[in-house]
């Protein structure tokens, strides 16, 4: 009979207790996100009958919503009700912010709802395109993600590229490749007005919306969508490829890389931004890294594979992975120049 080890037992229901919270907390972030309860914190403290009234909600179910945001550490219990200290309001109040976490939550939800199909994926091999899945993921992913671009594409990311920003200023040509729906296109199409910016992406859904926004920040003159692949999208000569964290969840990102090379200028720039990761899949073990192997698991690895998977990169690649590919795909040179906890950027060149 085997013996146990009480307090190696007690650390994982530790763990245990810790993330069925955070599961179910997932879902009351997303609540606060839809319904403006953070926001209105923002300006507390408020009581739950007073939040209620302000945001058009029901005091009883807010009141629970507040406790379980409260032990959450997402809410500031105080004497007069509830509010938001200054660093829960930069993280969960502003969606236009340089951080805005409740996008990262409402991505997590959509690919949860496809768990039954990624499951039988696992028996099958034919995998789940990105496609397939709830409108959360499109609508989760743009909202996490596009703080992070705001507050570095143009500001850090593009500027250490060498003289791509001034060939840019002055009238260059982008092609932003699996664009998702438009944040990073009309990102660097307000940054740089005369540049011309070609973003595109498989998913009609997505490219649709993109149009929508990009004519919404007034840009649409100067950005342009198509639905095409990462190995049909349209033009050639360009200054400047960009592909934020998307050519892991590639089925061929050879192939990929390769109509890359054949669309760049000979001294043009592809600017490569992949998820933060080590080649030894051990030192990935941390925190980061589980969150990761998480979303890969339900997103990045499974749309790879509905593509054939040539190549299966997921979401932890790591450099030596992504440098055998950018050179099996005929580029010279690949070195990383800017980056955050939660991103590589690399600069690869013909």
Request: hydrophobic share 40%; net charge negative.
């Amino acid at each position: 009979m085997t013996t146990l080890d009480t307090g190696a037992l007690d650390a994982l229901l530790g763990r245990f207790v810790a993330d069925l919270g955070a599961t179910t907390a997932a879902a009351s972030v997303v609540i606060g996100h839809r319904l403006g309860l953070y926001r209105a914190l923002a300006d507390g403290p408020l009581t739950p009958e007073e939040l209620a009234d302000r945001t058009g909600t029901h005091a009883r179910p807010v009141r629970e919503w507040l406790l379980g945001q409260a032990a959450g550490g997402y809410v500031t219990a105080t004497d007069g009700g509830f509010t938001l200290d200054p660093q829960q309001a930069f993280c969960l109040a502003d969606p236009d912010g340089a951080v805005y976490l409740p996008g990262a939550f409402q991505l997590a939800l959509g690919a949860l709802r496809a768990e039954p199909r990624v499951t039988e994926s696992f028996r099958t091999g034919t995998g789940l395109g990105w496609h397939e899945h709830d409108e959360d993921v499109f609508l989760g992913c743009e909202a996490f993600f596009r703080p992070g671009y705001v507050a570095n594409v143009t500001t850090t990311w593009i500027p250490a590229l060498g003289d791509v920003e001034e060939r840019l200023r002055g009238g260059g040509r982008i092609a932003d490749v699996g664009c998702g729906l438009g944040a990073s296109s009309i990102i660097m199409a307000q940054a740089y007005p005369a540049a011309a910016v070609v973003g595109s992406d498989y998913h009609d859904g997505s490219i649709a919306q993109a149009r929508e926004r990009a004519e919404a920040a007034a840009v649409s003159d100067r950005v342009s969508f198509e639905t095409a692949s990462a190995t049909t999208f349209s033009g050639r000569g360009y200054d400047l490829v960009t592909s934020f964290d998307c050519l892991h969840d590639m089925g061929d990102p050879v192939a990929a890389a390769r109509h890359v090379r054949e669309a760049i200028a000979p001294d043009g720039c592809w600017m490569l931004v992949e998820p933060a990761a080590a080649d030894d899949p051990r030192d990935n073990l941390n925190p980061v890294g589980r969150m990761y192997y998480g979303f890969s698991t339900l997103l990045c690895v499974p749309n790879a594979e509905s593509q054939g998977g040539t190549a299966v990169l997921g979401a932890q690649a790591g450099p030596a992975a992504l440098t055998k590919v950018v050179t099996e795909a005929g580029f010279r040179r690949i070195e990383k120049v800017s980056g955050t906890p939660f991103n590589d950027v690399y600069a690869v060149r013909p």
